[in-house]
RNA sequence: GGAGGGAUGGCUGAGCGGUCGAAAGCGGCGGUCUUGAAAACCGCUUCCCGGAAACGGGACGUAGGUUCGAAUCCUACUCCCUCCGCCA
């Protein structure tokens, strides 16, 4: 959520950075309720000030034994209209929050201005694309000769876009999720977690998935809970409604979780594999920092999940999204691509953004300053470190030989009993 | 599923319907003392909104209600705890 203060005072830059975005909006019903609700508010506190002191008179009156009828009378339609003004100042206050809630995060001033994805710039290239004297396979097609991936049963065990694996296509999602796991707990400072799968309205609406993008979630039915769509949800809502101790700072947690993401809107996208299913593993990473650290927390975290994708040995590409592609509750994001030779592509297998406050707003995530009074939003920042079955997807395009085996790079073969071929 | 208890400041925890934003303790900050530190002692320290400030308003799980006035009374809901039952 925006900043009300920085928006009134704003409005005109606002809504040029959120055209920026692609998001043309009208902040007008904006200004009237704002303005609406300070007018009907000055008068309410004025009425409540006055209250508050005859009272007090009443109070002594009764307390001497004094009539304080006159009074008593009086402060019954003072009281009266307090509760008319309250009526309104809360639907004022009901309409101002549910256009905040709907206006996405500004993008950093950094944020190169594009329409969409295809005006994002490559920022950094890792690696060489691997060459074969054959013609690489797909992913899905490589795991089915191998027999660990069977989509086909999936989709009669669930439906469409539903993992199912064996064998050493089983072990490798397990063998992934330990190595990540190991090297981000040991080498990169994070607390493990397991948390929740499923969360509450409030979390989902503190993290930004609500109450905008509701058709995006698996909802329970007869529930007010949601199948989380990532580990973020969970994950920076750990300390909502806290307030941190600034030298807690940077606070960096890791946790393994499935994924469900209902994918409305993306038939015929990506129809087969792993690359978008309902269902799916990752590794994710967030951090709570200070305002005036978090865009170097945002590289650290960028850098936290390139460590990955370099001991696996795959090649893989830094994009920045530009403020077309942005999602909703990002100020800055940098995408990691990951080399696909089946599909002759970089695909995305790892985002890692800033929310600077946006999500601490909505969440109520604050910490106070060593030796000073008051309290002050954190920022948010988090990432996948990485999608699981993404992964597997690019280590068997990558891996794979003509015989049909795929090597398993080295730093994954302890987590495999040191195999170093998967075969038929 | 059944029975009971509870929700108050960063934390623990008091609080007869009317100077209660709230006792006390802990923690934190500043000071005295000390070569330094600890201890002891003194002072300050809830959060949010408006305001340069003075100050004003609000918040005691949430939403309603009663009342001139609610942390205190009533209703509903949410969450937590204890016991019983069931259960991986």
Redo the contacts with the bound molecule.
């Keep these: 959520m925006l900043d ?2 920085y928006v009134r005072q704003n409005l005109a830059e606002v809504e040029a950075a959120l055209a920026r975005r692609g998001a043309g909006v009208d902040l007008h019903p904006f200004r009237a309720a704002d303005e609406e609700r300070r007018r009907d ?1 000055a008068e ?3 009425l ?9 008179d ?3 009156l ?2 001497s034994g004094d009539p ?1 009828e006159t ?3 009086e ?2 339609e ?2 009266q209209r ?2 008319e003004l309250e009526q309104r100042v ?1 639907e004022s206050e009901e309409r101002l929050n549910e256009i905040l809630l709907g206006l996405p995060n500004l993008p950093h001033a950094s944020v190169p201005v594009g329409r969409d994805s295809s005006e994002n710039p490559v920022v950094a290239v890792w690696g060489e694309p691997p060459r074969f004297d054959f013609e690489p396979r797909p992913h899905w097609e490589i795991g089915a000769r191998l027999g660990i991936l069977d989509l086909e049963r999936a989709a009669r065990i669930a439906g469409a876009r539903f993992p199912l694996y064996f064998a050493a296509g089983a072990r490798l999602e397990r063998a992934l999720i330990n190595f990540m796991l190991d090297i981000h707990t040991a080498e990169h400072g994070y607390r493990e977690v397991l948390p929740p799968f499923i969360v509450n309205r409030r979390s989902m609406t503190a993290t930004g998935q609500l109450p905008k993008f509701a058709a995006d979630l698996f909802k329970l039915e007869g529930w007010d809970y949601f199948l989380i769509p990532t580990a973020e949800v969970p994950l920076t809502n750990i300390h909502q409604e ?2 941190l101790d600034e030298e807690d700072l940077p606070v960096a947690y890791t946790a393994y979780t499935p994924c469900f993401r209902s994918e409305a809107g993306s038939y015929g996208k990506d129809t087969r594999g792993l690359i978008r299913q309902h269902q799916f593993n990752k590794i994710e990473l967030v951090r709570f920092s200070r305002p005036e650290d978090s865009y170097a927390e945002l590289e650290r975290l960028l850098a936290h999940a390139e460590t990955i994708l370099r001991r696996l040995g795959l090649p893989y590409r830094v994009v920045e999204l530009c403020t077309g592609d942005l999602g909703f509750s990002a100020a800055k994001t940098f995408d990691l691509e990951v080399w696909m030779p089946g599909q002759n592509t970089y695909r995305e297998i790892s985002s890692c953004s800033n929310f600077e406050d946006f999500q601490a707003r909505r969440g109520g995530i ?1 910490f ?1 300053r ?2 000073r ?4 939003l954190v920022h948010t920042l988090n990432g996948s470190g990485l999608a699981v079955g993404r992964t597997v997807a690019a280590l068997l395009e990558n891996g794979q030989r003509a015989d049909g085996t795929v090597e398993i790079p080295p730093a994954l073969r302890p987590y495999m009993n040191g195999a170093e071929l998967l075969r038929p």
């Design positions: 009300i203060k508010l309410l506190e004025a409540r000030h006055r209250r508050n002191r005859v009272s007090a009443i109070a002594r009764k307390k304080a009074l008593v009378g402060m019954r003072v009281s307090i509760r809360g806290e307030i604050r106070r060593k030796g009074k008051g309290t002050e």
